[in-house]
């Protein structure tokens, strides 16, 4: 990510006694791929470790996980990572760091069990993994920094914001969190322990941003009762409801309501499983005896008799959902009489995949609207509102806004600004950009550190250079031209006109004659490239591609991507 900001270019020496970074690599300026750099001269570690989904324009890509240059000058220091809550983009990325670094994990039980199964398929250490329990403190690295888990409601169970008590002062990470009047498992926010921590004082607050441009307040959890209740009563068929496998809230309320209408239910997707048991294993959910139906064994039932619960809440090709839409599900066909209702907010980018996905929905006869039935979905962010509530009850000296694009944390930065902070009070921060407390009472920040983006390929041990991610969506959007020049190795001279291949490229309206245009334009690069560029073979490749990208540019408006082959002629 580019940020206006100075490079921060005494990045590689430790900080000095008394000083404190605060870095965020990950997370600002996006949603998604949340990891924040704590440092100080005795003290690093991390703040979440999470991963960014790819979107359309990255592919064959499976994930995408920060870059931790930051910490290699310091690799030999690490201490832990601290985790809020258990979502992808909060803990995503922790398989691959992990390998490089296998420091301990703090976290509550659910986020822990979430992470376990992924070191578990990753191979790595499950020994590293700490638990904490609500505000449980814990002593980090040499015990300079203490951290403390305050309860916090979210979309998922054991969400907690994080303390650091630190010799700079008390700093607040907010995690991702509401302030739900009413959350289906009691488990309220801790507001009493941030007012006192208000009380005796708070150095900076770095709080959640995604839902600042909502005015109000977010509805609580128990609200999506009333929709899916109704849908329940206008559905004739099979009930088929999608959402996020880790919100085991929705998932309990769902299951309740299946028992209630005499439903049992069809559980669909291997996350979504895997969840499940986990919940249940820690207590946090709970389910009548025998509602649950195998899915080979769901055409016993009637359709008015099951709810079917399933991933793909985002359009996910190889989800349950997609499966079932693919009537790849055997004994589970979606008909007319049947209701598919998406029980989760779309993440920014997948509006199109969902969109595809409820028309084919419509084409097999479901029906899709949610039109007259009430909300079958509560956001599990604050809205204004509450954000505001937050700033009042811990009254920060500094106030950071985190979690979101830049827009957001400039909303946010204005919400602050309005209940009073002056601009002195409000950090700004971008990906890379760092911000030194000190125990002196000054704040600055001196600049960027190194930030970007490594991408994941499942199945290949390292992780995929940028190039190819571009040099795949240019293949994607406008193919690809070879262009073959044989060569005497002898005289160096050609021996034959280049020949041209493409695939995926659309020529001008006569190929044939645009081939040869091609070909002469290869061949003029090669011959009027000097010496010294024709004892290069890597920088002659150049020189002809160059030539090549220029014309077809010129003459069609595209850009494939361009491949010279130069080979010796055969003898003879």
């Known amino acids: 990510m580019m940020s206006l900001a100075p490079e921060f270019e005494a990045w590689t020496e430790a900080p000095a006694k008394g000083e404190l970074r605060l870095i965020p690599i990950g997370g600002l300026g996006e949603f998604g791929m949340n990891a924040l750099v704590v440092h100080s001269a005795r003290s690093l570690f991390l703040v979440d470790c999470g991963q960014l989904f790819p979107s359309d324009d990255q592919p064959g890509i499976d994930s995408i996980v920060p870059d931790f240059a930051y910490l290699e000058p310091?690799?030999?220091?690490?201490?832990?990572?601290?985790?809020?809550h258990g979502h992808e983009d909060h803990i995503g990325a922790l398989p691959y760091f992990l390998r490089r670094w296998p420091v301990p994990v703090y976290g509550t039980a659910f986020t822990l069990g979430l992470l376990e199964n992924k070191l578990r398929e990753h191979d790595l250490d499950l020994s590293l993994l700490r638990p904490v329990r609500d505000y449980g403190?814990?002593?980090?690295?040499?015990?300079?920094?203490?951290?403390?888990?305050?309860?916090?409601?979210?979309s998922i169970p054991d969400a907690c914001a994080l303390v650091l008590h630190t010799p700079q002062g008390v700093l607040v990470h907010s995690g991702d969190f509401k302030l739900d009047p009413a959350p289906l498992d009691g488990r309220l926010t801790g507001m009493a322990r941030l007012e006192e921590l208000g009380d005796a004082g708070v150095?900076?607050?770095?709080?959640?941003?995604?839902n600042v441009g909502r005015p109000g307040r977010s509805p609580s959890e128990s609200v999506c009762r009333e929709g899916i209740e109704a849908a329940l009563e206008k559905t004739d068929g099979r009930l088929f409801v999608t959402t996020f496998s880790s919100n085991i809230h929705r998932l309990q309320m769902l299951v309740d309501l299946a028992w209630e209408f005499h439903r049992r239910v069809v559980v669909l997707g291997r996350s979504l499983d895997r969840n499940l048991q986990l919940a249940r294993s820690l207590k946090l959910l709970e389910l009548p005896d025998d509602i649950l139906v195998d899915v080979k064994d769901a055409h016993l039932f009637d359709p008015g008799d099951l709810m079917v619960l399933c991933t793909g809440s985002q359009g996910e090709p190889m989800s349950g959902l997609a499966r079932l839409l693919r009537r790849e599900v055997k004994g589970l066909p979606m008909q007319p009489g049947d209701r598919l209702v998406v029980s989760a907010r779309a993440i920014p980018g997948n509006e199109v995949s969902i969109s595809?996905?409820?028309?084919?929905?419509?084409?097999?006869?479901?029906?899709?609207?949610?039109?007259g039935i009430g909300p079958v979905h509560a956001?599990?962010?604050?809205?204004?509102?509450?954000?505001?509530?937050?700033?009042?009850?811990?009254?920060?000296?500094?106030?950071?806004?985190?979690?979101?694009?830049?827009?957001?944390?400039?909303?946010?930065?204005?919400l602050a600004a309005s209940l009073g902070w002056t601009p002195d009070r409000i950090s700004l921060l971008d990906g890379g950009l760092c911000l030194r407390l000190f125990t002196d009472g000054r704040l600055d920040m001196p600049g960027t550190v190194p930030v970007g983006k490594c991408f994941v390929h499942e199945g290949v041990d390292h992780m995929v250079d940028a190039r190819v991610v571009k040099d795949r969506l240019i293949l994607q959007e406008d193919g690809v031209v070879f262009v073959t020049l044989l060569v005497d190795p002898q005289t160096g001279d050609l021996t034959a006109d280049p020949s041209i291949l493409s695939r995926g490229f659309v020529m001008l309206s006569d190929d044939e004659t645009y081939a040869e245009l091609l070909a002469g334009v290869a061949r003029r690069a090669y011959e009027e490239a000097p010496k010294v560029i024709r004892k290069d073979p890597e920088a002659l490749r150049d020189a002809v591609r160059l030539a090549l990208r220029r014309i077809i540019r010129k003459t069609t408006q595209s850009r494939p991507l361009v491949i010279p082959v130069i080979l010796d002629a055969p003898a003879g």
């Open 379 to 414: 956001s599990g962010h604050g809205s204004r509102d509450e954000l505001a509530d937050l700033i009042r009850a811990v009254r920060p000296d500094q106030m950071v806004p985190v979690h979101g694009t830049y827009r957001n944390l400039r909303a946010h930065g204005a």
């Open 74 to 84: 310091f690799a030999d220091r690490l201490q832990a990572v601290l985790l809020t």
């Open 203 to 210: 150095r900076l607050l770095m709080a959640d941003s995604t």
């Open 356 to 371: 595809r996905m409820l028309d084919t929905a419509e084409r097999l006869g479901a029906e899709t609207s949610t039109d």
């Open 137 to 154: 403190r814990v002593k980090v690295g040499d015990g300079e920094i203490e951290a403390e888990w305050i309860p916090v409601t979210h």
